[in-house]
């Protein structure tokens, strides 16, 4: 970090002749910077001005009596969320699901996308592609209804593992099933979309190598594990850095959609939990205050994984 | 500049022109209320309904529809509104939310208005205990929409009773069991009670009818404790339980969803359910006008006898469902007209209208002076109901008592049905039991209510469908009193007693 202070030091300047060259820089550039101005306004108007609200997390919230006129009481909701052992669950649900969603979910796009590079044939691998894209534009509600039908109690899936197994598997209504139907929904769903970025990072690797390689006599495995994998290494890396900062969002529309009393104790998490103090009871303050400590933990998770990143030679995130 | 100046003036100009003219039109109100009736959609504009309202009150009515199955998620969105719709039927109205939005002044204080009998005849007219009922810190903040005191109970099919070998009243609890064991052997594919995901009215039902008190109960020391710590919840719970074991339940009752409640009965999958009783009347209804049915099939259970001889109890409601509220986008100066409005809803003239609609539109005269429908008219009727009337009835409160004119007639079984509903509500009275602490908030219950409440009704479930022993469902128990159960026993302990000593 203090390297690249310095550097910057040599580069701009300090003080006022740092704001003198910029300004320069932007007359300079006054087109590009022209560009530059939507980005800017919209994460102002809609990343930076509501954050203001984040000061409802230590107020007694009630909207008719607006931001300014709430009581102030601190801490309170943080106390409140930790008063009683239910947070363990929540917690432990969240990461439950987070860490099988890297294990089982991370690579499959991956995989794919490696796949999808071996193809020969140019034409089919386009159609391929574009199939393989479809079922991200599905709406969630949907891939939870085609669930049920199939492995819903009168579904195809039900009646077939209750004639392999002579006893049915209660794929939808049964904790330990819960967290797999959710894990195998979201790998048909973006398995295909996922591979995009993959597949962008592909078409960077310079053909010459695999030619090379041929003539060396690589065979197909040498070439992916010495050539196509290196060259995704650091996308690959970026991408679970990011990945890390949502450890703790397992969004809550998909889980609201699957659970039922039977299956409760593995689909309550942090995010659920939030949607059902914040919307369903109305308690806005509650709610923001629980969004407020995952977003902390989820920075605090992106930079450490970063510095990781760095220290394993990556260039990371920044 | 100059442009953008004189544009700018003859904007003004058309603003005030317009709401100068607006003084002369009639009064507008917003209101917000939940949509059931998905199929059709409500005419806002040409509604000879809203038209004749308008005529009778100089009101315009202005209706958002919140679909029912998110309102309650629509309302907690709308009180973060700076303008809310003016008058909202409010569904849960001890939430959290709205208490907290009446206590800052979100809504008018009625408390006063009501009192005022020669103004709002009507209003005033409503019992005093609901009221108390419905009040935030003593202060009265909407009108009742009132429901009768016993209103939860238990009715079946009575053609399938008798088809299956029970031909009698029930009068025990044993009868009870009897007539459910028979309807569970009945088909294969059927089933004897019809249940759902929405499982704490069922289970309310039938464990109170074991001698479990409605939610909280208090003890021979005068200490509030939950209702599962009674064994009378456990008897109730037992019971279920016997009756999925031998087929009476669908398996994946957990799994349907509420919407599909009162289809199961009509699709002849169940035929029984413990649940509000005025629901008899309306499954009679649907299947005397879509079915053809022509005999009464439903039939409600009245007071029934315990092992013991002692009469059997059933959950008091706390005689309203929801409320009618007036959000302070109304000015102070408007308030006595739109509580004039809701004065004329609650007449007989107004009850009629939001619940069945005009004269020559939803229903005609008969010679001896009845509401009805005439066969040729059916069809008409039933989409004019739709799509004119729709919901309305959400707006209806009926705070003095039905005072419908002129008054239904039903033929066959239905009316036989409603006036039984009507007689079963006096004699249930007496063996009501009411939930003691339903007028106290707890800080507990308002942070993490949803989740205990699930704890429970969640752990009754895995018990009845026979996923876990009595160990299991002590352990679930336990966990509900350390996850905040205890604390908000105590909190309501605290505020009953408090209650008690003023």
């Given at each position: 970090?203090?390297?690249?202070?310095?550097?910057?030091k040599?580069?701009?300047?300090?003080?006022?002749?740092y704001?003198?060259?910029?300004r320069?820089d932007?007359?300079?550039?006054?087109?590009?910077?022209?560009?530059?101005?939507?980005?800017?306004i919209?994460?102002?108007?809609?990343?930076?001005?509501?954050?203001f609200?984040i000061?409802?997390?230590?107020?007694?919230?009630?909207?008719?009596s607006?931001?300014l006129?709430?009581q102030?009481?601190?801490?309170?909701?943080?106390q409140?969320?930790?008063?009683?052992?239910?947070w363990?669950t929540?917690?432990?649900?969240?990461l439950?699901l987070?860490?099988?969603n890297i294990?089982?979910?991370?690579p499959?796009?991956?995989?794919?996308?490696?796949?999808?590079?071996e193809?020969r044939?140019?034409r089919y691998?386009?159609?391929l592609?574009?199939l393989?894209?479809?079922?991200?534009?599905?709406?969630?509600?949907?891939?939870?209804?085609?669930?049920?039908?199939?492995?819903?109690?009168?579904?195809?899936v039900?009646?077939g593992?209750e004639?392999i197994?002579?006893?049915?598997?209660n794929y939808m209504?049964?904790?330990?099933?819960?967290?797999?139907?959710?894990?195998?929904?979201?790998?048909?769903?973006?398995?295909?979309?996922g591979?995009?970025i993959f597949l962008?990072?592909?078409?960077?690797?310079?053909?010459?190598?695999?030619e090379?390689?041929?003539v060396?006599?690589?065979?197909?495995?040498?070439?992916?594990?010495h050539?196509?994998?290196?060259?995704?290494?650091?996308t690959?890396?970026l991408?679970l850095?990011l990945?890390?900062?949502?450890?703790?969002?397992?969004?809550?529309?998909h889980l609201?959609l699957?659970?039922n009393?039977l299956?409760?104790?593995?689909?309550?998490?942090?995010?659920?939990?939030?949607?059902?103090?914040?919307?369903q009871?109305?308690?806005?303050?509650?709610?923001s205050?629980?969004?407020?400590?995952?977003?902390i933990?989820?920075?605090?998770?992106?930079?450490?994984?970063?510095k990781?990143?760095?220290?394993m030679g990556e260039q990371?995130?920044y | 500049?100059?442009?953008l100046?004189?544009?700018f003036l003859?904007?003004?100009?058309?603003?005030?022109?317009?709401?100068?003219?607006?003084?002369?039109?009639?009064?507008?109100?917003?209101v917000?209320?939940?949509?059931?009736v998905v199929?059709?959609d409500?005419?806002?504009?040409?509604?000879p309904i809203?038209q004749?309202i308008?005529?009778?009150t100089?009101?315009?009515?202005?209706?958002?529809?919140?679909?029912?199955?998110?309102?309650?998620?629509?309302?907690?969105?709308?009180?973060?509104?700076k303008?809310?719709?003016?008058?909202?039927?409010?569904t849960?109205?001890?939430?959290?939310?709205?208490?907290d939005?009446?206590r800052?002044g979100?809504?008018?204080?009625?408390?006063?208005?009501?009192?005022d009998?020669?103004?709002?005849?009507?209003?005033?007219?409503?019992?005093?205990?609901?009221?108390?009922?419905?009040?935030?810190?003593g202060?009265?903040?909407?009108?009742?929409?009132?429901?009768?005191?016993p209103?939860a109970?238990?009715?079946?099919?009575?053609?399938?009773?008798?088809e299956?070998?029970f031909?009698?009243?029930?009068?025990t609890i044993?009868d009870?069991?009897?007539l459910?064991?028979?309807l569970a052997?009945?088909?294969?594919?059927t089933?004897a009670?019809?249940?759902?995901?929405?499982t704490?009215?069922?289970?309310?039902?039938?464990t109170v009818?074991?001698?479990?008190?409605?939610?909280?109960?208090v003890?021979?020391?005068?200490?509030?404790?939950?209702?599962?710590?009674?064994?009378?919840?456990?008897?109730?719970?037992?019971?279920?339980?016997h009756?999925?074991?031998?087929?009476?339940?669908?398996?994946?009752?957990a799994?349907?969803?509420?919407?599909?409640?009162?289809?199961?009965?009509?699709?002849g999958?169940?035929?029984?359910?413990f649940?509000?009783?005025?629901?008899?009347?309306?499954?009679?209804e649907?299947f005397?006008?879509?079915?053809?049915?022509t005999?009464?099939?439903?039939?409600?259970?009245?007071?029934?006898?315990?092992?013991?001889?002692?009469?059997?109890?059933?959950?008091?409601n706390?005689?309203?469902?929801?409320?009618?509220?007036?959000?302070?986008?109304v000015?102070?100066?408007?308030?006595?007209?739109?509580?004039k409005?809701?004065?004329?809803?609650?007449?007989?003239?107004g009850?009629?209208?939001?619940?069945?609609?005009?004269?020559?539109?939803t229903?005609?005269?008969?010679?001896?002076?009845?509401?009805?429908?005439?066969?040729?008219?059916?069809?008409?009727?039933?989409?004019?109901?739709k799509?004119?009337?729709?919901?309305l009835?959400?707006l209806?409160?009926?705070v003095?008592?039905?005072l419908?004119?002129?008054?239904?007639?039903?033929?066959?079984?239905?009316?036989?049905?409603?006036e039984?509903?009507?007689?079963?509500?006096l004699e249930?009275?007496?063996?009501?039991?009411?939930?003691?602490?339903?007028?106290f908030?707890?800080?507990?219950?308002?942070?993490?209510g949803?989740?205990?409440?699930?704890?429970?009704?969640?752990?009754?479930v895995?018990y009845?469908?026979?996923?876990?022993?009595?160990a299991?469902?002590?352990?679930?128990?336990?966990d509900?009193?350390?996850?905040g159960?205890?604390m908000?026993?105590?909190?309501?302990?605290?505020?009953?007693?408090?209650?008690?000593a003023?």
């Amino acid at each position: 970090m203090t390297t690249k202070a310095a550097e910057r030091k040599k580069l701009h300047g300090t003080g006022l002749r740092y704001w003198v060259k910029l300004r320069a820089d932007i007359k300079r550039d006054r087109w590009l910077y022209l560009l530059l101005l939507p980005g800017v306004i919209y994460f102002i108007v809609f990343k930076y001005l509501p954050l203001f609200g984040i000061v409802i997390a230590f107020e007694n919230y009630v909207p008719y009596s607006g931001v300014l006129g709430s009581q102030w009481v601190g801490l309170k909701w943080f106390q409140y969320f930790f008063k009683f052992p239910a947070w363990v669950t929540y917690l432990t649900n969240t990461l439950i699901l987070s860490f099988m969603n890297i294990i089982f979910y991370f690579p499959a796009p991956i995989i794919l996308a490696l796949m999808l590079n071996e193809m020969r044939s140019l034409r089919y691998k386009k159609l391929l592609q574009t199939l393989l894209y479809v079922p991200h534009f599905i709406s969630i509600v949907i891939v939870v209804s085609i669930t049920f039908v199939m492995f819903g109690p009168s579904g195809i899936v039900y009646k077939g593992t209750e004639m392999i197994l002579g006893h049915p598997i209660n794929y939808m209504g049964s904790p330990d099933t819960f967290r797999w139907m959710i894990i195998g929904q979201t790998i048909w769903k973006e398995t295909g979309w996922g591979t995009i970025i993959f597949l962008a990072a592909l078409t960077n690797v310079d053909t010459q190598l695999y030619e090379a390689a041929m003539v060396d006599g690589a065979g197909r495995l040498r070439r992916l594990w010495h050539i196509t994998l290196p060259a995704i290494r650091s996308t690959i890396v970026l991408m679970l850095i990011l990945r890390m900062g949502s450890m703790l969002d397992t969004g809550y529309d998909h889980l609201i959609l699957m659970a039922n009393p039977l299956n409760r104790k593995a689909s309550q998490t942090l995010d659920v939990f939030v949607y059902q103090q914040g919307i369903q009871q109305g308690q806005f303050s509650y709610a923001s205050a629980i969004g407020l400590m995952k977003s902390i933990v989820s920075v605090t998770l992106v930079v450490t994984s970063n510095k990781i990143a760095h220290l394993m030679g990556e260039q990371g995130l920044y | 500049m100059k442009k953008l100046v004189a544009l700018f003036l003859a904007l003004v100009m058309t603003l005030s022109l317009a709401s100068f003219a607006a003084a002369e039109e009639p009064f507008e109100i917003t209101v917000m209320l939940p949509e059931f009736v998905v199929d059709v959609d409500f005419a806002a504009e040409n509604n000879p309904i809203l038209q004749y309202i308008e005529e009778k009150t100089g009101v315009k009515l202005n209706i958002l529809w919140g679909p029912n199955s998110t309102y309650g998620d629509l309302i907690n969105t709308t009180l973060a509104d700076k303008n809310p719709p003016m008058i909202m039927a409010v569904t849960d109205a001890r939430g959290p939310s709205i208490i907290d939005s009446a206590r800052a002044g979100a809504f008018w204080d009625l408390t006063d208005y009501i009192a005022d009998a020669e103004s709002y005849p009507y209003l005033a007219a409503g019992t005093a205990g609901v009221y108390r009922n419905i009040s935030v810190d003593g202060r009265i903040y909407g009108i009742f929409r009132s429901r009768a005191y016993p209103r939860a109970g238990i009715y079946y099919r009575c053609d399938i009773a008798k088809e299956v070998g029970f031909d009698k009243e029930v009068k025990t609890i044993a009868d009870l069991t009897e007539l459910a064991e028979k309807l569970a052997g009945y088909s294969k594919d059927t089933y004897a009670l019809n249940m759902c995901s929405y499982t704490a009215g069922t289970i309310n039902v039938i464990t109170v009818a074991f001698g479990a008190p409605n939610n909280w109960g208090v003890d021979a020391d005068g200490n509030v404790y939950p209702a599962h710590k009674s064994p009378a919840y456990l008897e109730g719970l037992n019971w279920l339980r016997h009756l999925y074991e031998i087929g009476g339940i669908d398996p994946n009752f957990a799994q349907i969803s509420t919407s599909d409640w009162d289809n199961i009965e009509r699709t002849g999958k169940a035929f029984m359910r413990f649940d509000c009783l005025d629901n008899a009347h309306r499954q009679q209804e649907w299947f005397e006008n879509n079915a053809g049915t022509t005999e009464q099939i439903f039939q409600t259970v009245g007071p029934v006898a315990k092992e013991d001889g002692s009469v059997t109890v059933w959950p008091q409601n706390n005689g309203f469902a929801g409320e009618i509220m007036i959000t302070k986008s109304v000015s102070e100066a408007d308030l006595p007209k739109v509580l004039k409005f809701l004065d004329w809803c609650n007449s007989p003239e107004g009850q009629t209208t939001l619940n069945a609609g005009i004269e020559g539109v939803t229903w005609w005269v008969n010679e001896d002076g009845y509401r009805y429908v005439p066969e040729d008219k059916t069809d008409e009727a039933s989409n004019n109901s739709k799509m004119y009337l729709h919901d309305l009835n959400q707006l209806g409160m009926g705070v003095p008592g039905n005072l419908e004119n002129p008054p239904a007639i039903v033929n066959r079984g239905v009316t036989q049905l409603r006036e039984r509903y009507n007689a079963l509500n006096l004699e249930l009275a007496p063996y009501a039991v009411s939930d003691p602490c339903f007028p106290f908030v707890s800080e507990t219950a308002v942070a993490f209510g949803t989740q205990l409440n699930q704890i429970i009704s969640d752990a009754a479930v895995q018990y009845i469908a026979g996923l876990i022993d009595e160990a299991g469902l002590q352990a679930a128990w336990e966990d509900w009193a350390a996850q905040g159960g205890d604390m908000m026993t105590e909190e309501y302990n605290a505020a009953y007693h408090a209650a008690l000593a003023e």
